[in-house]
């Protein structure tokens, strides 16, 4: 069966996300401190870490938005120090700002040119990546989040529900990420075919194993150009 289209996943595939997440954390904590610094000291850095942590247990249906956790953190911050109306879209728009402000792979960006080329691209994210305000929106044909598709990855659905927005069978697709049970066992659960991007040489150990694995963005990208004609 060829592959007619290509999903991808972002964070950890594109580029480092722990990077721009922790540099979050200490944009709001900054503003904290500036803005409301009873808040700030209640609430330091790890401190906040564990009450999102918290959340997430408390707010299971809301495993899928990321999102929505983090403002209902910021709110419970804010409520256990006696202040009912916190600031959220003010400090999740400095969150979100600065958890897109990311450095890609160096061989990410022309791969995805030399891919986008060839076939049509679909990005599956758990997380809260933005590709308009990185600047990578033009290389994908769609962009399916776990927010907006109500389910997040290993779920077959949300493979599903990108398939669906391709208009292409999901045997035909071939579904490229880092995280092996999120990535490549949701997918093949789903019927793409996958790939593990697997940057660190880590070994495979999580069933059964992806249909390709490959080092980097550059070596995914020379397959595709070998072995998928234009259009796929």
Not at 42 to 63: C, G, N, Q
Not at 169 to 182: F, M, Q, R, S, T
Request: aromatic share 6%; proline share 6%.
């Amino acid at each position: 069966m060829p592959i007619r289209a290509l999903t991808l996943d972002l964070d950890d595939t594109l580029w480092p996300v722990l990077p721009a997440l922790i540099e979050a954390e200490h944009c709001v904590d900054r503003w904290l401190q500036a803005h409301h610094p009873d808040v700030a000291t209640k609430w330091p850095i790890d401190a906040m870490r564990e009450l999102r942590e918290k959340v997430a247990r408390e707010h299971t249906h809301l495993a899928h938005d990321f999102s929505e956790q983090r403002r209902i953190t910021i709110r419970e911050a804010f409520a256990a120090c006696g202040i009912d109306d916190a600031p959220v879209d003010a400090l999740w728009g400095i969150y979100y700002a600065a958890r897109n402000n990311v450095e890609l792979y160096p061989d990410s960006l022309d791969a995805l040119g030399r891919i986008a080329a060839k076939l049509p691209i679909a990005s599956i994210s758990n997380g809260n990546a933005d590709l308009e305000v990185i600047g990578l929106h033009h290389f994908f044909h769609t962009r399916i989040s776990a927010a907006g598709a109500g389910v997040a990855k290993p779920d077959p659905k949300i493979f599903l529900a990108a398939a669906e927005a391709l208009g292409v069978a999901p045997g035909e697709i071939l579904h490229v990420g880092d995280d092996p049970l999120l990535d490549v066992v949701g997918a093949h659960e789903a019927g793409l075919r996958t790939v593990w991007l697997n940057r660190t040489g880590a070994a495979w150990s999580h069933g059964p194993a992806p249909d390709l694995e490959f080092s980097d963005m550059t070596a995914l990208a020379d397959w595709i150009d070998a072995s998928v004609p234009m259009g796929g």
